[in-house]
């Protein structure tokens, strides 16, 4: 099976940045989706990104456009989330997922790390 780890959660400020990566023990198939999902306090998991292995798709919730940036590193087997501008609100623990081809953006995962978190504050 896939094995994600996450990695680069921490404590930051209002307003500033954090990079979050997740490294897969090996490379999906082309088409399959890496996601990332959070879950804050009190919150049910939402999801926040996802890409593709190819192609140059990317989605984004709503609440983090414009703020977030998910990319990949295929050599690396790696897929990273920059956040920037981060308000009190995305604190929480962000986890990797990887879902297979053949469904939408949105559709069940079917692997997941164990979620590094991140903590914004005032």
């Known amino acids: 099976q896939v094995q994600l780890v996450e990695s680069g959660g921490g404590l930051v400020q209002a307003g500033g940045s954090l990079r979050v990566s997740c490294a897969a023990s090996?490379?999906?198939?082309?088409?399959?989706?890496m996601g990332w999902f959070r879950q804050g306090p009190g919150k049910e998991r939402e999801f926040v990104a996802a890409?593709?292995?190819?192609?140059?798709?990317?989605y984004y919730a709503d609440s983090v456009k414009g703020r977030f940036t998910i990319s990949r590193d295929n050599a690396k087997n790696t897929v990273y989330l920059q956040m920037s501008s981060l308000k009190l609100e995305d604190t929480a623990v962000y986890y990797c997922?990887?879902?297979?081809?053949?469904?939408?953006?949105?559709?069940?995962?079917?692997?997941w790390g164990q979620g590094t978190q991140v903590t914004v504050s005032s």
């Open positions: 997922a990887a879902g297979s081809a053949g469904s939408g953006w949105l559709s069940p995962y079917d692997y």
């Open positions: 890409i593709r292995w190819t192609g140059d798709s990317t």
């Open positions: 090996r490379r999906t198939l082309s088409n399959y989706r």
